[in-house]
């Protein structure tokens, strides 16, 4: 079947009449950043004044009643999978407050 000229600008029409530019989601609204990164990146400039290893460590992150606890640990092993890419002692407490600042370091678990 073919469709007549007119039919399909009448059809362009319609389906382009529904989009209003204010709809259209803008994507710099999706790559805010996190409060969680705002924390890795303290966590990482304070680990980069107190350890030689910063430039191979991985973060985690958990919320905290303070802000949040950011743990780096120490990647010794990038080949291999799982906990044994670390370093059993491998690793650093980051206590980070809700506006960014770093408020403790600690290599044990409290």
């Known amino acids: 079947m073919r469709w007549p000229f007119p039919i ?3 059809v362009f029409l319609l389906l382009g009449w529904g989009c209003d530019s204010s709809d259209i989601a803008q994507p ?3 790559f805010e950043k996190r409060p969680e990164n705002t924390a890795i990146d303290a966590a990482a ?7 030689d290893w910063a430039d191979k460590a991985e973060y985690a992150v958990s919320t905290t009643a303070a802000g949040w606890e950011v743990t780096a640990w120490r990647v010794e092993y990038p080949s291999a999978k799982g ?6 002692w ?3 407490i980051i206590t980070v407050s809700r506006d960014g600042k770093v ?3 600690s290599a044990k678990r409290s």
């Open 90 to 92: 491998g690793f650093r």
């Open 28 to 30: 710099a609204r999706y």
């Open 8 to 10: 399909f600008c009448l």
């Open 45 to 51: 400039r304070c680990l980069g004044q107190k350890e």
């Open 103 to 105: 408020i403790g370091f």
């Open 83 to 88: 906990p044994d890419r670390y370093k059993p």
